[in-house]
């Protein structure tokens, strides 16, 4: 069932792509815009429904109604995997602990001024530069 729906789909969407490609445009220039007598605009008046816009929306049902069949069809085949038809499987979670690395560490500002006092007790004294 499976598969005589994916061929009938197959060949709507290529009747489909065919009716779309071989129609001609429909004079939608200035004049259409504003629903001028020359145009097939929204506005203008309607000509004759040619035979491929006829099969452009046969089609177009058809391509609906087989895309919601075998959307349907693969639902009920249960949790399948789409690589090879097997049954899928359940990864299972495992959680890693965070490791705490010193480029990480944020350090509260006490300590930093602190830190940042001590290195200025062990530096050197600098030398002043003469004018």
Do not use: Y
Request: hydrophobic share 45%.
């Amino acid at each position: 069932m499976n598969a005589l729906l994916t061929i009938i789909h197959v060949v709507v969407c290529l009747v489909l792509i065919l009716a779309v490609l071989l129609q001609s445009g429909k004079a939608g220039d200035l004049a259409g815009a504003f629903g001028g007598a020359g145009s097939q605009s929204v506005f203008g008046p309607r000509g004759v429904t040619s035979i491929l816009a006829k099969a452009t929306t046969i089609s177009a049902i058809l391509f609906m109604v087989t895309s919601m069949g075998l959307w349907i069809l693969s639902s009920k085949s249960g949790s399948r995997s789409v690589v090879r038809g097997e049954e899928a499987e359940i990864a299972e979670r495992t959680t890693v602990p965070a490791t705490k690395t010193e480029s990480t560490d944020i350090k509260p500002p006490a300590e930093v001024k602190q830190e940042a006092q001590e290195k200025e007790k062990t530096a050197p004294p600098k030398a002043k530069k003469k004018k």
